[in-house]
């Protein structure tokens, strides 16, 4: 069976910083690309960062020189660490894995910004 399980999300001032993690099957974490998508209320969801198994990065221009995405392979983890955090980045944060098999997704972490 696939699993994702996210964490670390939760409130944070302006400016603040959080890093969630979201631990893998290994059946999936091993053959796919890694990535984290966010919904915000009323807006569709929206690819924020990903990473593929060889170590290639892709951001979002909105989270660019902030966020970092990055994975941990004998822990089947990865994870975003999220810095000079804004408003405008209050959404439920989703775990994504997808391979030539499908494309599967965790249930969300919910981060808001606020002071």
């Known amino acids: 069976q696939v699993q994702l399980e996210e964490s670390g999300g939760g409130l944070v001032q302006p400016g603040g910083s959080l890093r969630l993690s979201c631990a893998a099957s290994?059946?999936?974490?091993?053959?796919?690309?890694m990535g984290w998508y966010r919904q915000a209320p009323g807006k569709e969801r929206e690819l924020v960062a990903n990473?593929?198994?060889?170590?290639?990065?892709n951001y979002a221009e909105s989270v660019k020189g902030r966020f970092t995405i990055s994975r941990d392979n004998a822990a089947n983890t990865v994870y975003l660490q999220m810095n000079s955090l804004k408003p405008d980045d209050t959404a439920v944060y989703y775990c994504?894995?997808?391979?030539?098999?499908?494309?599967?997704w965790g249930k969300g972490t919910l981060v808001t910004v606020s002071p």
């Open positions: 290994a059946s999936i974490f091993n053959n796919g690309v």
């Open positions: 990473i593929t198994t060889g170590g290639t990065t």
């Open positions: 994504n894995a997808r391979n030539y098999i499908g494309n599967y």
